[in-house]
C-alpha cells in the first residue's frame, strides 16, 4: 500500500488515501476517501459512512492518465485523472429532461 495514493482506479469508483496523521499506515478516519456512484447520488466515504454530496447524477466517469498522458487502469501510475458528472433535475417539470454536464482534468500533486 503506498502512503498519499490512489488506491483503486474504476470508471464508476475513486479510492485516495493518504497517511495524514504520519503513523505509518493507512487507518484513521479520513485517510482513506471513496468517491462513487450510488443511484442517482455522489458519495464521498472518509470511514463515516458515505454521505451524500450530489443528487440527481445521470452519470460519473473517470478516466486515468500516466505521466505520458496514456491511459492507465494501473492505480500506481496514475498522474492525472478526468471527471465527467453528468446531472439532471430530481424532478422534471416537462417530459423533456434537461440535462448538465461538467468535466475537468485534475493532476495530482507531488506524483
Do not use: C, H, K
Amino acid at each position: 500500500m503506498r502512503i498519499g495514493s490512489i488506491a483503486l482506479a474504476e470508471p464508476q469508483r475513486m479510492v485516495l488515501q493518504q497517511d495524514i496523521d504520519a503513523d505509518g499506515s493507512i487507518a484513521s478516519t479520513g485517510e482513506r476517501v471513496t468517491w462513487r456512484l450510488a443511484g442517482s447520488v455522489l458519495r464521498r466515504d472518509a470511514g463515516g459512512g458515505a454521505q451524500p454530496i450530489v443528487n440527481g447524477v445521470r452519470a460519473l466517469q473517470f478516466r486515468y492518465f500516466d505521466v505520458a498522458g496514456a491511459a492507465t487502469s494501473t492505480a500506481a501510475d496514475v498522474r492525472s485523472i478526468a471527471v465527467t458528472l453528468t446531472t439532471e433535475p430530481e424532478r422534471a417539470v416537462t417530459s423533456s429532461v434537461p440535462t448538465a454536464t461538467v468535466s475537468t482534468l485534475v493532476r495530482l500533486r507531488n506524483r
